[in-house]
């Protein structure tokens, strides 16, 4: 019975159909594209890990310490031979000099403690035990040594007791109630300097509300926390005038640097928040404003800038910047050389040798810049060297990316063939600092004071509304001016808090930062606590 079986097994096999030559390499070019995508999928996956690992354990500066070659010519020419030198003698002489001074003690002021004139001391006289006992007459002081200590209250709070005399007329015996001094919000506990510490507090040193509420309370003080909140929303509305003349002012720049950044605002649902967005605008004169928008749209652009704004817009690769300057007249559109660069540095983990020599290529560029910031020239001869030395870099930078094409190929989620078509993209948009010396290189002036945002959102986390929103970026408006325009915040604010309401309407363009520095720096408004309390000085 085998035998038959066996025979019909074979005959069954005979008749299955033999696979042709066709449908074999059909199959293997499907594995082979399979193989691609999953190695693709696979590379990107590595990527984004490395970049988290990058996030949470790496270097997040993008200086380079790798110092270029005066000898190494351009990547893209023969290489050049040179001679090894000759290693020259070198006498070293030993010269004996002074030994630094060392201080017997941390409490000097001339190396030491140094503070100005607005910090308060308590003078503390020591008197030694012989000018205490019988014999003090037998001893005479002759010198004081002077030592300085720094000291910490657990609290800085103080109240203010206001008695208000109630007098009466001798004769007519009327009587009359003295006025109170004008407070900056009316039927409110707040002075004026708690106003501008809980804004200084929260927005400069971002410390949340009810971690204050906490230190008040620990002070021996009850207030409830959302007084704090009251107290802080009215301070900030009083100041919203002078932001948006500050903003009427930056749009009036021949340059405007933008970008954006994300914020939770507002509720959307049960346990979920609303994503919004500020976009900052940085002006000529080192003034910035935060405006707040629930989207990341064009819109936006247009509702702040477009009609009152004609020059150059410096912005990132976000496309939204360059749908705006397509549509609008009269808007040039320059993006910025540290993004660039950026793509190249994610791309250096995979491409290492072709990645450093694209960062070679952009550090030459930021040496230029270094020149002109050195050397202080005008516009006419900034746009002069810009032409002459960094030109020529960005011709090489733009062939030595064709090269690049033309001899690899890369798919498209690869790092590198990434970076390249992003500059490429963006070349005219690159070039346009070159001819216009006004022109940054980049956005990280701009950046430098987006990072209040995020640090402020690592304490206070969110935007209960998008009211609150607004009034984030009104105050943090004022406070990054001010420590651009090099004023102390804290000074600033008590001032114009008090004054804003004294003030004329049509003249709120003073109270700015850039205006108040030389009208109002030397001689401000201070709170009643700095103005009565006077502190012993040397």
Not at 138 to 166: C, F, G, M, N
Not at 373 to 393: G, M, Q, T
Request: charged share 30%; with cysteine; hydrophobic share 35%.
């Amino acid at each position: 019975m085998n035998g038959p079986q066996k025979t019909q097994h074979q005959h069954k096999s005979a008749g299955a159909p033999i696979p042709t030559a066709e449908t074999l390499h059909t199959e293997i070019q499907q594995l082979n594209r399979k193989n691609n995508r999953l190695s693709e999928e696979n590379n990107a996956l590595k990527d984004r890990v490395a970049w988290f690992e990058n996030q949470l354990f790496g270097q997040k500066s993008e200086k380079r310490n790798v110092e270029d070659n005066p000898l190494q010519g351009s990547l893209l020419s023969e290489p050049i031979n040179t001679p090894a030198a000759k290693e020259d003698k070198i006498t070293v002489t030993y010269v004996r000099g002074k030994a630094k001074k060392h201080r017997p003690n941390d409490c000097v002021t001339d190396s030491g403690l140094r503070f100005n004139e607005d910090v308060p001391v308590e003078i503390i006289d020591v008197i030694p035990e012989e000018l205490k006992g019988d014999n003090a007459d037998e001893y005479e002081i002759i010198d004081t040594k002077v030592s300085h200590k720094l000291a910490q209250r657990p609290a800085s709070y103080v109240v203010l007791r206001y008695q208000v005399p109630v007098i009466k007329h001798k004769k007519r015996g009327t009587l009359k109630t003295t006025a109170m001094p004008d407070q900056v919000l009316e039927s409110s506990l707040a002075d004026v300097s708690l106003i501008a510490g809980l804004l200084i507090d929260k927005f400069q040193y971002h410390l949340p509300l009810y971690r204050q509420h906490q230190r008040i309370q620990n002070a021996g003080i009850t207030i409830s926390r959302a007084t704090l909140t009251n107290i802080t929303q009215r301070g900030i509305e009083l100041l919203r005038p002078i932001v948006e003349a500050m903003l009427q002012h930056v749009l009036q720049s021949k340059v405007l640097a933008m970008d954006e950044t994300p914020i939770k605002a507002g509720r959307k649902e049960k346990g979920k928040l609303k994503q919004g967005y500020f976009w900052p605008i940085y002006g000529e004169d080192d003034e910035i404003v935060f405006t707040y928008h629930a989207g990341r749209g064009r819109q936006h652009i247009e509702n702040i800038i477009k009609m009152r704004f004609q020059g150059t817009l410096l912005t990132d690769g976000y496309a939204a910047y360059a749908r705006y300057v397509a549509k609008t007249e009269g808007v040039d559109h320059a993006q910025c050389w540290a993004h660039t660069r950026r793509k190249f540095i994610e791309a250096e983990p995979n491409y290492p040798e072709l990645a450093t020599q694209m960062l070679s290529y952009i550090r030459q560029l930021y040496r230029v810049e270094d020149n002109l910031r050195e050397n202080a020239l005008s516009d006419d001869k900034k746009r002069e060297y810009r032409l002459e030395h960094s030109k020529p870099v960005i011709g090489e930078i733009v062939e030595w990316c064709h090269q690049q094409l033309r001899q690899n190929e890369f798919v498209p989620k690869d790092p590198l063939g990434k970076a390249i078509r992003y500059l490429l993209n963006r070349e005219d948009e690159l070039k346009t600092f070159l001819e216009n010396p006004g022109v940054a290189i980049d956005t990280n002036h701009l950046e430098r004071e987006i990072r209040a945002i995020p640090m402020g959102r690592k304490n206070w986390l969110f935007c209960w509304s998008e009211l609150g929103a607004e009034h984030v970026g009104l105050i943090q408006s004022l406070i990054s001016t001010c420590k651009l325009q090099g004023i102390n915040p804290h000074t600033y604010l008590t001032d114009v808090l008090q004054r804003v309401s004294q003030h004329p309407a049509a003249k709120v363009e003073e109270l700015t930062p850039r205006l108040w520095k030389g009208l109002f720096e030397g001689n401000p408004l201070r709170s009643p606590l700095e103005r009565d309390c006077s502190h012993a000085r040397e």
